[in-house]
């Protein structure tokens, strides 16, 4: 039976910093209105560049948490043949999506400006950039589920909020860091 008492104390605390976070996203978008003018299809592409790390992260976390309670796993690193099996497919799917996401964000960008190489261009800044940021959101995923479950926590109640808004917060400044190193 789900304890909404439980429930409450773990995540509360989580979410409010996360919203604290998020502010901070936000912010940072803001700093760099150049560099969308610039490369217009930047922008149109952040929401779905940050849902895919949060998605992605997401979706190992669940993962973890669920091998943690079934005991297929423990929170040690070792002998880990489930979770690199899981990391594996991660970075394969991660790779996909972002070299897709980085063609439609170079078709949109010479839809706008009429900038040809971006069509080229962008699936590299969505590749390097989505894959560093999965990276350190799959460790953080490896590392903060493996924590919590060891102090008692449920992963699910405190891991998933955290790597979605720190994805959106690190996915947006390596991708804006990487479109700058380009333009």
């Known amino acids: 039976m789900i304890d909404v008492k439980e429930v409450l104390e773990e995540s509360l605390p989580v979410l409010t910093i996360c919203a604290a976070i998020s502010v901070l996203s936000g912010a940072f978008l803001g700093d760099n209105q150049e560099l969308f003018r610039a490369l217009p299809g930047i922008l149109v592409i952040v929401p779905s560049f940050i849902a895919v790390n949060g998605n992605i992260s997401s979706v190992m976390s669940s993962r973890l948490s669920s091998a943690l309670h079934t005991g297929l796993i423990k929170p040690h690193f070792r002998g880990k043949g489930v979770l690199r099996v899981n990391i594996f497919s991660m970075i394969l799917i991660a790779s996909v999506v972002f070299t897709v996401l980085g063609f ?80």
Request: charged share 10%; no cysteine; proline share 4%.
């Open 104 to 183: 439609v964000g170079g078709a949109i960008n010479y839809a706008i400006s009429g900038e040809a190489f971006s069509v080229e261009v962008f699936p590299m800044i969505t590749l390097v950039a989505g894959l560093v940021t999965v990276s350190i959101l799959l460790a953080g995923s490896i590392l903060t589920s493996y924590l919590t479950y060891r102090r008692g926590l449920d992963p699910d109640n405190v891991v998933v909020p955290i790597l979605t808004t720190v994805g959106d917060f690190v996915g947006i400044v390596v991708l804006l860091l990487i479109a700058g190193v380009v333009i």
